[in-house]
């Protein structure tokens, strides 16, 4: 529909330049209306600067919200933990309520006695991590669950889960069921997957093995590993690889977020 008013108005245009200033008739509606059509045609094949017309905008950087304010980054991710559900279904499910947190560096973590830490609960637990994940190369991406169940005096038949989301959205879900005999360990190990560009990636991931039915001394031992486009095996996280955002008034080190 637009070509045919544009040549109407280049003929106009001719013309005006060839009849006496006495013969031109005033602009019509018609010629206010082809005058506007030529103007918006002429903005879109100028474009945006550095831009070509009809391009889209490049999407936002994974580290979109953070990069303006390093400053409020630590190394580290907050490690909440909650009480480990009971069926293999419920484990699927970060539950609502915790028992405690702290900052993760890396290392293992005894799901049956985290004192250590600050947590005093008496029982089995799941771990909840949340924080931004640091990507310095182009690549895959890999974060694994390692771990192993035993009981002193008993076996132990557990379902363990990891699963995982970056930008709010999830990488998958891995599922395990080691059973262990008298005081023999059983371990495990389970791997989580993505391909990333470099930056920080919102990461939140969830890890938790269920109790035993009639065991009150099961043992379940877990560490978070990660393996980068230029690792050759997996390796024990750090405060290089995970980082979590403190408060601004942050002084002493127990306020964070």
């Given at each position: 529909?637009?070509?045919?008013?544009?040549?109407?108005?280049?003929?106009?245009?001719?013309?005006?330049?060839?009849?006496?200033?006495?013969?031109?008739?005033?602009?019509?509606?018609?010629?206010?209306?082809?005058?506007?059509?030529?103007?918006?045609?002429?903005?879109?094949?100028?474009?945006?600067?550095?831009?070509?017309?009809?391009?889209?905008?490049?999407?936002?950087?994974?580290?979109?919200?953070?990069?303006?304010?390093?400053?409020?980054?630590?190394?580290?991710?907050?490690?909440?933990?909650?009480?480990?559900?009971?069926?293999?279904?419920?484990?699927?499910?970060?539950?609502?309520?915790?028992?405690?947190?702290?900052?993760?560096?890396?290392?293992?973590?005894?799901?049956?006695?985290?004192?250590?830490?600050?947590?005093?609960?008496?029982?089995?637990?799941?771990?909840?991590?949340?924080?931004?994940?640091?990507?310095?190369?182009?690549?895959?991406?890999?974060?694994?669950?390692?771990?192993?169940?035993?009981?002193?005096?008993?076996?132990?038949?557990?379902?363990?889960?990891?699963?995982?989301?970056?930008?709010?959205?999830?990488?998958?879900?891995?599922?395990?069921?080691?059973?262990?005999?008298?005081?023999?360990?059983?371990?495990?190990?389970?791997?989580?997957g993505a391909e990333l560009q470099p930056g920080l990636y919102k990461?939140?991931?969830?890890?938790?093995?269920?109790?035993?039915?009639?065991?009150?001394?099961q043992r379940i031992s877990i560490a978070l590993l990660e393996k980068?486009?230029?690792?050759?095996?997996?390796?024990?996280?750090?405060?290089?690889?995970?980082?979590?955002?403190?408060?601004?008034?942050?002084?002493?080190?127990?306020?964070?977020?």
């Open positions: 529909m637009l070509r045919p008013v544009l040549v109407v108005t280049v003929a106009c245009t001719v013309l005006a330049g060839v009849l006496p200033a006495s013969a031109q008739s005033p602009p019509t509606q018609l010629d206010r209306i082809e005058q506007k059509l030529d103007t918006i045609l002429h903005r879109l094949d100028q474009g945006q600067p550095g831009q070509a017309a009809g391009t889209p905008s490049p999407p936002p950087s994974a580290t979109a919200g953070i990069a303006s304010a390093p400053e409020t980054l630590a190394g580290g991710a907050l490690a909440i933990i909650h009480a480990a559900p009971a069926t293999a279904g419920a484990a699927r499910e970060i539950p609502p309520d915790s028992v405690g947190g702290f900052i993760y560096t890396g290392g293992p973590l005894q799901l049956a006695d985290l004192a250590d830490h600050g947590v005093r609960y008496a029982g089995l637990v799941g771990v909840e991590w949340q924080g931004w994940l640091r990507a310095k190369e182009a690549g895959r991406y890999e974060l694994d669950v390692d771990g192993s169940t035993v009981s002193a005096n008993n076996f132990t038949n557990s379902t363990c889960v990891f699963a995982g989301w970056l930008e709010d959205r999830a990488v998958g879900v891995q599922e395990a069921t080691p059973r262990s005999d008298l005081a023999r360990p059983a371990a495990f190990s389970l791997i989580l990461l939140r991931l969830w890890a938790t093995c269920t109790p035993t039915l009639g065991v009150h001394n980068t486009p230029s690792d050759l095996n997996l390796r024990a996280v750090t405060g290089e690889d995970l980082v979590h955002k403190q408060r601004a008034d942050h002084v002493t080190g127990s306020s964070r977020e």
